[in-house]
């Protein structure tokens, strides 16, 4: 299973639009995906219809030991499950000041559920907590999905520092990547910002941003239309799964077997 964080500690700048469109174009390929919603903001199982009340089961059990096998729920798409994000999430940095390995339940977790899924993509909130930790400790790849506004780029120096930080402590290394967000072509900020992206080392920044495209804009319908989905955005997305493919580290546990 290769586990792929979707982080940026910006909010709104497309994170959990991008873990639901990786997830649809990686189940069209018929991979077998598990989406986990990391953010206590609960926005991408909202999108799948999870109210937060009365608290599903899901993210959090796994803090006190639960399984992936028995937490995980089915989606409209038979090839992705769901961990739900619980309320509960919220309290976690309280507990991790008495409760020390906290920071490495998911990496557990995931492990134990290697042989289920293809992909775990983690859909991680806009802090640096102990839920953004747990995602870093547990990924092989780090996806920064960035504005294409200028501020947007302040923010992803601070994640980069974050994941220098936290690869140095794990000792595996974490590849990272950058994929340019609501691109409005239109704008000049838009493309000046991509245009400076552009401009850092190939492997690490995306060569096809993605378009602002009012598709994208209902997580909802992106989470329960079954059939297959079109239009510029989810194509660009598509396109951006194809170069995260050819780009993709070898597999250090594969390549050990
Ligand atoms: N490419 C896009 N085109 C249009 N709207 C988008 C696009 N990407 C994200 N959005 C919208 O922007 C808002 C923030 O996106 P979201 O994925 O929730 O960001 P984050 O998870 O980083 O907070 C949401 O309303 C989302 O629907
Ligand atoms: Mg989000």
Redesign the pocket.
Known sequence: MRIWAIA?QK????????ALCLARCLADLDHRVLLVDLDPHG?LSRAFGIPAEPPPKGTYDLFDGGKIADLARATPHPAIRLLAAQAGMATLERRSATQPGLGLSLHRALQEARADYDYALLDCP?TLSLLLVNALAACDRLIV?TQTDPLAVHGLEGMLRTAAMVERSRKRPLQRQILP??YDRRTRSSHDTLERLQQLPDALVCPWP?????R??D?ATLASHPRHLGGR?INAYRDALQWLLETQQPDAQEAAA
């Open positions: 940026n909010g709104g700048v497309g994170k959990t639009t991008t926005s806009p999905p967000t609501l993605i378009p602002v495209d009012t994208l804009r997580a955005g």
